[in-house]
């Protein structure tokens, strides 16, 4: 090869210098390393061909190597315990795939590679890209690389995004390195000062925050909350707009007060969709891995709308179709004034006492006024995830407490007993973790046998007790909401709009887990949740019925269970909106505010990649508001409760028993009351004392 050929053949691969202009050629102090290291790769293997030898094929094929057997890896599955234990391997898999392919792309669009390789490899990339995504995109605990894909991709758009523009600036911008230097020591010193706002932050409250309470329990490892640097909306800006579409055509549908409804849609025929009461549905039908959807689109009936529609007594929902629009409309039926007295059977009354119990007590001068109970619970939401993603809500929330009218306690040390829902529910609910009995009543049955009208709200086309309880039931046929609920709105979420009718219904592109706006007909899936919740309001107190039958009114929101973490924010308008209406209506004399949430996220880059995500995923969100003669009262005892539990270690156990005391009021079992918030947990105590299990254990 004559020296021409040469200088051609090694420019070909050489890596591009900003300092060498010209090309350069293969000779000089500057050029020896690069040659030896290719001597090395090649010349050592003369059997292969050529093009083979080349030390970017041989690169590729390494790096190649490298970030698929880390990416196979990440995708081992198992149940949710696996699947925790092993989630910092997975995280360094994934970690690893995204560097090794993170390398081939930079020296695809670094290095000078023959047209017909780079093309070769940009396909066989892609190709192996593709095959990945058929051999596992699954959204279950067993097979999970859907997820696995979206946190690779988070973390490696951004990364080659900002590789890329470094690489044509340093190219193309007189003196960028110097630039660079500068801007990222300014870079650095704002992340800094921002990094130390938000850890200064991190555990503030509305009116408090945490504090370093000696023996109390201090969080696990250093807290360094690096998400609150992204700004809102950066871990899902690709996944679209977090506003609803407005539906095409617009459709005046109300229902009036004898039970009509009446509809209005210019230039279209209108039909409408009755949708079934759920209340009285046997456990067995309330399966939700797409069995209660089903069973709501196959008992749904369709009518034709010819003018104002008598709706069947009980009916709570139905929609409106003109064209290719749709609206949902919701009434509360029957009226609350025409409940029948309920009485519990005798079998399964709560209001017998166990054998040995002590009888409820009222003490001397308790105020003779139930009180109401409004439980809004935000599912997956930490402490800290609620003051960055609600923001508006928890500005509202600060003016709930008004001193000498209404009180606002919160946990700042409130600690998950799960990873997921299942163990945090059981426990706020059912007061234990795994029930020991058969049939266990939720909490909303303790209530209504004591004269409440209960309600609740599930915007995720489920049952609660069947998802979480049924096993512990001795028959299926059992119907724990015609046991246990006066009202129950769950079937407007289970159409095929928002909840998919085939293949996974918990996935990250639709349903109630999804990463993207979760719309039904143009409006947020919460907003429905809202209406009823305050038509049920304006209807239980519409002639002061309340004061002889309390209401317990539950609404569900999963706004907070994804992975980005940025759903949540939609909701923050409407929560913020409820609560000033709470406020402002005046029910708050009389009635009890629980905004409550059961665990952090325990997904995602924060949760993953971050103690702090760790930290937060055991430390939800716990707020209560009382009317300050309720407080006034039950924390009127030896030591005021309330106050000395903002600050020690507390668990959805304590929500419980607070539940069942007020249930109970004016007269409550002294056993209930000391393990409820009123009274105070012990000062110093530990994850054991409190029935965290070891592994979950986020105290020191």
Known sequence: MDMAARKCSEDAYRLPSFRDSGGGGSGGAAGMPWRRWRLLLLLRWPGLPARLKSPGVLAFAVLTAVWVTAYVLSLEGGDLEFITRHLGVFGA???VCVLGLTAITVMLYTRRIPLYSRRGMVGVTAGIAMLLYAYDHGEQFEEHGMYNMLVAAVIYVPLNAAIAALYVLFATVPHFPAIFAVGSLCVAGTATIALRHYMAVFGQGTLDRLRDV???????????????????????????????????MQIEAFIDGAGRLNAACAGADISVDVLPETRQWPLSDKYRWHLMNHRVLDRMQRRRYAGPMQLENGT???????????????RVSPPPSSLPRYSPPADSDTRRLPEGAAPAEAAPGAPDRRPNVVFVFVDATSHRQFYRRLKKSAAVLATLHRPGVTALTELY????????????????YLGEVLPRTQ???????????????????????????????????????????NRSLDYELSAPFCMPEFYPATGNAFGNFKGPFSITARCLYGRHVHEYGFDYIDQLRAALRADGRQRAWPYMLMLNLMEGHEATGEVLRTADERLAAFLESMRESGELDDTALFVVADH?????????????????????????????????????????????????????????????????????????????????????????????????????
């Not at 709570?316 to 919701?330: E, F, H, L, Y």
């Not at 049939?439 to 409440?452: C, M, Q, S, T, V």
């Open 439 to 481: 049939n266990p009543l939720p909490i909303w049955a303790y209530f209504r046998d004591r004269g409440y009208i209960t309600a609740r709200v599930e915007t995720s086309c489920e049952d609660w007790a069947r998802t979480y309880t049924h096993r512990h039931f001795a028959s299926q046929a059992f119907s724990v909401g």
């Open 600 to 700: 952090g996220l325990h997904m995602g880059l924060n949760f993953v990649f971050l103690n702090s995500g760790q930290i937060e995923h055991k430390n939800p969100f716990f707020a209560m508001v009382l009317p300050q003669w309720l407080r006034a009262y039950v924390d009127g005892r030896a030591e005021p409760g309330l106050a000395a539990n903002e600050q020690r270690l507390t668990t959805p156990i304590e929500t419980h028993y607070t539940l069942k005391t007020l249930a109970d009021w004016p007269a409550f079992a002294p056993a209930d009351y000391a393990r409820s918030l009123f009274a105070p947990v012990p000062a110093g105590r530990t994850c054991a004392q409190a029935g965290i299990r070891p592994s979950l254990c986020m105290c020191r």
């Open 214 to 248: 000696p023996g109390e329990c201090s969080w696990q490892g250093r807290n360094y909350p690096l998400v609150d640097l992204l700004p809102a909306g950066t871990q899902n800006f690709w996944a679209g707009s977090m506003h609803c579409r407005p539906e095409p």
């Open 413 to 428: 040390r409130y600690h998950t007993l799960g990873v997921s829902t299942d163990n945090s529910t059981r426990a706020m």
């Open 93 to 95: 898999e994934i970690a």
């Open 316 to 330: 709570q929902a139905v929609v409106v179709r003109c064209g290719a629009s749709s609206k949902i409309v919701t």
